[in-house]
């Protein structure tokens, strides 16, 4: 697909500064299921991968617009089970036309294994979840060259055509062109992200805390006759208030999708949204940790993106009633004034912001009452457009 050259607009940038406190919780495990850190300043703290959050954004995102994208080895299964139970086709020959697609195009295919019982693309697919519909038309209509052939086997060519199949992996829906693509096996598949996500770390030090917990045997319990409980295990759990930060690049997503300023808008208010309020689910039934940000201040800039991590390299300390919300959303306040005064206000747009804080925070721009009034504000001047549009 040809790349549209950017639409010029007020703003390129919107960067998304968030202010959230997470109660005990563990959003992001490492591969031994601690509790993620990073060293920042003198202190550990408690951090929440990019990778992590990004899910959670994506999901909500997703919902949001109501599009799908299937992220997958497993396409050609896919295609299989679909012909199967919608299409009713016998399984032996369903079987065959999730090998073929799976062989079909310029993607390593690998045989089944012990870990996957069918044939895999050696690269994971990102595709829109329609595309599945559209692999099985394919298939159907060369379902009489399915018939002849056998099944797949290393190093045999695929009866089904490349070019059709290549055509369908490079295909793209409002979730593809914001979080990009990469799929350099296919020509011309790869898609530029438009959105930049920080990993989210405490504003202040943070100790990791071992939850020892134990499973009740209920027929123990209820007979008496013994001691002892069905399980024993320890989790790490942390807690702490989180900066978190990202940024989408106008520019990037108008050269992914064309000269649409109202797709531009709605896809852009949908992911600043999700950004805004999502929060990864892991260890969820455990702890609950379903809180908001505190804060959320937005910008619009021109020039490049900003980012205000910085603003707890020096870790914030507790205030006089012991909570680290209050002086982190101040310690943001007086960063984005210094900032501001340094780049002389270069390359900004705009500016505000919405949260709990009850006094004003002069370095933050315009106040809005809501989320949804300041993310309809700095798309709106990012785009060039109205408010109310």
């Not at 959670?56 to 599009?67: D, H, K, L, M």
């Not at 799976?102 to 996957?116: E, F, K, L, M």
């Not at 505000?352 to 933050?364: K, N, R």
């Amino acid at each position: 697909m040809t790349a549209h050259l950017p639409v010029p607009t007020p703003g390129r940038f919107i960067c998304a500064h968030i202010v959230q406190s997470i109660p005990y919780a563990n959003l992001n495990r490492d591969d031994t299921n601690s509790v993620k850190t990073v060293q920042y300043g003198d202190r550990e703290r408690t951090r929440v991968s990019s990778q992590c959050w990004k899910r959670a954004v994506r999901n909500y995102f997703q919902r949001a617009i109501g599009e799908q994208a299937l992220r997958t080895r497993r396409i050609g299964e896919a295609v299989e089970k679909h012909l199967r139970e919608e299409r009713q086709w016998p399984a032996d020959l369903a079987r065959r036309a999730g090998q073929h697609i799976t062989a079909g195009s310029s993607i390593t295919a690998d045989p089944p294994s012990d870990d996957a019982p069918a044939w895999t693309t050696n690269a994971a697919v990102y595709v829109p979840t329609t595309a599945v519909t559209e692999l099985a038309d394919i298939a159907e209509a060369h379902r009489v060259q399915l018939e002849a052939a056998k099944d797949m086997k290393k190093g045999v060519k695929s009866v089904l055509p490349a070019a059709g199949i290549e055509g369908v992996l490079r295909s793209r829906n409002g979730v593809i062109n914001l979080f990009g693509r990469m799929l350099a096996e296919v020509d011309k598949a790869g898609v530029d992200g438009a959105v930049q996500v920080a990993h989210a770390l405490t504003t202040h030090g943070t100790d990791v805390e071992l939850d020892y917990f134990a499973a009740v045997d209920d027929i123990t319990d209820a007979w008496k006759d013994t001691t002892g409980s069905a399980h024993m295990g320890s989790s790490e759990f942390s807690a702490g208030v989180f900066y978190r930060y990202a940024t989408i690049d106008l520019a990037d997503l108008l050269r992914n999708i064309g000269p649409d300023l109202t797709t531009a808008r709605q896809l852009t208010t949908a992911f600043l949204e999700a950004f805004v309020l999502s929060l990864p689910e892991a260890k969820k039934t455990a702890t609950a940790p379903h809180t908001i940000p505190d804060l959320v201040h937005l910008t619009v800039r021109q020039d490049r993106p900003v980012s205000y991590a910085a603003a707890f390299e020096q870790p914030v300390t507790a205030d006089r009633t012991g909570g680290f919300s209050a002086p982190s959303r101040a310690a943001l306040d007086h960063y984005a004034q210094a900032a501001g005064r340094l780049l002389g206000g270069r390359g900004l747009v705009t500016a505000g912001w919405a949260g709990l804080e009850t006094t004003d925070l002069a370095g933050l721009g315009r106040r809005s009452d809501s989320f949804d009034e300041l993310i309809t504000a700095s798309v709106a001047a990012a785009l060039g457009e109205e408010a109310a549009a």
